[in-house]
C-alpha cells in the first residue's frame, strides 16, 4: 500500500516475479490467514475515496501515513465465510471495469490509427481520389471569434462561461463551465454555435491550441477571451469535424502549438493572424465529411463505452459503500 501520493492506493502481491523489493514508499501488509488480503485493498479503496485516511496522516509538505497510524486503524471484522463471498462480489465487477477498460483502450488505438492514415492521405476511403492540397485555415473558416473574460463563479448553471478545460483532443465537454454573476451577464459574448470549432488561443504550453469539435448548439454557453470560436467559411461546404480532427492530430496539432508564442514558461498565447496562416492538408470537401463521418462513427462507439465504464465504476462504488459498512450483507446458499 502506497504510504504517501496516492495514499491508500493497494493492491495484491501474487508472487508476479521470483524476486522483487519493496521501496520505502510502500506498506507491506500479511493476513495471519485470518483476514482476505482483497478485502482488505477494499476497505483500503473505500477510505481513501472517502478522505478516512486523511486524519491519520502527516501535516508535512509531502503527507505519509506511517506505520504507527496505520496500524492504530480500526478494521472492521467480517466472518471467513463473508469475506469470501463479499471478495468475489467485489472481484466480478472489477473484472467488468477492467474488460471495459481494455475495451475502451482498444477502440481509442483504432481511432488512432484511423486518423494517423485517414487525415494524411496515406489511406483514402472508397471511393476518393481527388487531389489534396496544403490550405491556409483562413480559407476554411469564418474567421476567428473570441469571448468576453467575465466574473464568474464555481457551478453549474446558465449563463455560464466555458473553461478552457471545456476542450481537450478534439472532444467538448459542455459541463466545464462557470456560472457568470449576475453583473456580468450583459458583458457575455459569443454563444457555443452548432457545428463549429473551438481552438485554445492562451494556455500552459501543454493546452496551448487544443480543439474542440461542438455538435450542438449550447446558447446558454458563451466563450471565454482565452479561446476562439470558428465556423465554417460561408460557401467553402468545410466539414468542421474533419477540420477538429486535422488541427487535434499529428504533424498538424504540433504545428499549431508552435505557433504560440510568450516569454512565460506557463502560459502561452496564439496570434490570430499566425492562426488563419497556418497551412492544413485538405481534401476535396465531399472527403471530408466522409472522413468526418467515419470518426465520428467511433467517436460514437467510444462514447458509449465511457457511459458504460462510468455506471460501471459507480455500481462498484455502491457495492463498496454497502458492503463495508454492513448495510447490505450477502447471504450463503444456507442462509449463513
Avoid at 508476479?16 to 485493498?41: D, I, M, Q
Avoid at 508535512?60 to 496500524?71: F, M, W
Avoid at 477502440?107 to 494524411?120: R, T
Avoid at 499566425?274 to 492544413?280: F, P, Q
Wanted: proline fraction near 4%; include cysteine; glycine fraction near 10%.
Amino acid at each position: 500500500m502506497c504510504e504517501g501520493g496516492e495514499i491508500g492506493r493497494a493492491a495484491v502481491w501474487h508472487g508476479e516475479l521470483a524476486e522483487a523489493y519493496f521501496l520505502n514508499t510502500l506498506h507491506r501488509l500479511r493476513s495471519k490467514g485470518r483476514y482476505s488480503p482483497s478485502l482488505l485493498v477494499a476497505f483500503f479503496e473505500r477510505w481513501a475515496a472517502t478522505g478516512k485516511l486523511d486524519a491519520l496522516v502527516g501535516k508535512a509538505t509531502l503527507g505519509h501515513l506511517t506505520k504507527e497510524n496505520l496500524l492504530r486503524v480500526p478494521l472492521p471484522v467480517m466472518p471467513p465465510a463473508e469475506q469470501e463471498r463479499t471478495v468475489n462480489a467485489l472481484t466480478d465487477v472489477d473484472s467488468l471495469v477492467g474488460s471495459l477498460e481494455r475495451s475502451l483502450a482498444k477502440k481509442c488505438a483504432i481511432k488512432h490509427g484511423m486518423m494517423q492514415e485517414l487525415l494524411a492521405g496515406r489511406t483514402r476511403l472508397a471511393g476518393f481520389s481527388g487531389a489534396w492540397s496544403q490550405r491556409p485555415l483562413g480559407s476554411l473558416v469564418d474567421g476567428l471569434a473570441a469571448g468576453t473574460s467575465v466574473r464568474s463563479t464555481d457551478g453549474v448553471g446558465e449563463p455560464a462561461v466555458l473553461k478552457t478545460s471545456a476542450i481537450r483532443g478534439g472532444r467538448f465537454d459542455a459541463r466545464e463551465v462557470k456560472t457568470i454573476l449576475t453583473q456580468d451577464v450583459s458583458r457575455a459574448s459569443c454563444a457555443v454555435v452548432a457545428d463549429s470549432l473551438i481552438i485554445s488561443r492562451m494556455n500552459t504550453p501543454a493546452m496551448v491550441g487544443d480543439v474542440g469539435y461542438v455538435k450542438d448548439a449550447h446558447p446558454g454557453l458563451y466563450l471565454p477571451d482565452r479561446l476562439w470560436l470558428a465556423r465554417s467559411r460561408t460557401g467553402s461546404g468545410t466539414s468542421m469535424r474533419w477540420l477538429t480532427a486535422a488541427l487535434s492530430h499529428g504533424a498538424t496539432a504540433q504545428s499549431v502549438r508552435g505557433l504560440a508564442t510568450g516569454t512565460s514558461d506557463s502560459m502561452k498565447n496564439i496570434p490570430k493572424k499566425r492562426m488563419l496562416s497556418l497551412h492544413v492538408l485538405t481534401p476535396p470537401v465531399d472527403e471530408q465529411h466522409a472522413i468526418a463521418d467515419v470518426l465520428g462513427d467511433a467517436d460514437t462507439e467510444i462514447e458509449a463505452l465511457e457511459r458504460l465504464l462510468g455506471v460501471t465504476r459507480a455500481i462498484k462504488h455502491g457495492m463498496i459503500q454497502e458492503l463495508l459498512t454492513g448495510r447490505t450483507r450477502l447471504v450463503g446458499e444456507g442462509g449463513e
